[in-house]
């Protein structure tokens, strides 16, 4: 997964959570990945908003695919903590889009910031922040 691109990403998520949502991954390299999800009318919580799954789930992925792009040989990763800011929302027939960062890229742990918009408006929907604990094979 370290030197998957934007196609590797959208191909394996294709059957998964993040195709089944309509995520494309835009751009994927070691510094940033973005992706986008157009909004349809299943992800319309009874609110009449967007339902916060949709955006968590977009800001999450967009993480784990660039954590991915950092993992030492032989290692795997977990997420153990993430938090969500809302800021604003979206409407069916637009799309929201994200961009996520690393933060702390350190042997144990990894940080990765997402700021999520409404791809539509430009306004921020929502900010995230993840903690990824990494996974080393038990020695035999």
Known sequence: ?????????????????????????LEADREHVTG?????ASMIAGTGYLWAP???MLADTLCAYGAGRHLPEGATFTTVEMKTNFVGTAAEGEAIAGEARPAHLGRTTHVWDAVIRNETTGKQLALFRCTQMLLYPRPS
């Open 1 to 25: 997964m370290t030197t998957w691109g934007p196609r590797d990403f959208n191909e394996f998520g294709a059957t998964r959570l993040p195709g089944i949502m309509g995520l494309e991954i």
């Open 54 to 56: 949709v955006v968590v």
């Open 36 to 40: 986008r999800i157009p909004v349809t």
